[in-house]
């Protein structure tokens, strides 16, 4: 069973980089035709997926982040990390990392889930 963990800072200041990490377990990152995305929830919305690293190292944006939005992996410690610069307090919500075999850039779709992480963009 793949199980995923999110970790990182819980309050980012305004302008600053949000840096958030999955670990892995139960699977790898480099399975073929697997792919781990982060998937974030704004207070009172909807979820809403931001992007995906494949199992071949691709990477996939949605239009409206993709400007300030960066997913990376380290196949060595079986991570994969989220970039978002610029923060504003609108992109307070609770960030998850997911995973699903086949490409999807709808967040229901997606199989294994992280529990989450409250993050927090304020001065």
């Known amino acids: 069973q793949v199980q995923l963990q999110e970790s ?19 699977g790898s990152i480099t399975t073929s035709y697997y792919y781990w995305s982060w998937i974030r929830q704004p207070p009172g919305k909807g979820l809403e997926w931001m992007g995906a690293i494949a199992y071949d190292g691709s990477t996939y944006y949605s239009p409206s982040l993709k400007s300030h ?43 294994y889930w992280g529990q989450g992480t409250q993050v927090t963009v304020s001065s």
């Open 8 to 26: 990182g800072p819980d309050l980012v200041k305004p302008s600053q980089t949000l840096s958030l990490t999955c670990t892995v377990s139960g």
């Open 69 to 111: 939005t960066s997913i990376s992996r380290d196949t060595s410690k079986n991570q994969f990390s989220l970039q978002l610069g610029s923060v504003t307090p609108e992109d307070t919500a609770v960030y998850y990392c997911a995973s699903r075999r086949g490409y999807s850039d709808y967040p229901r779709a997606y199989d």
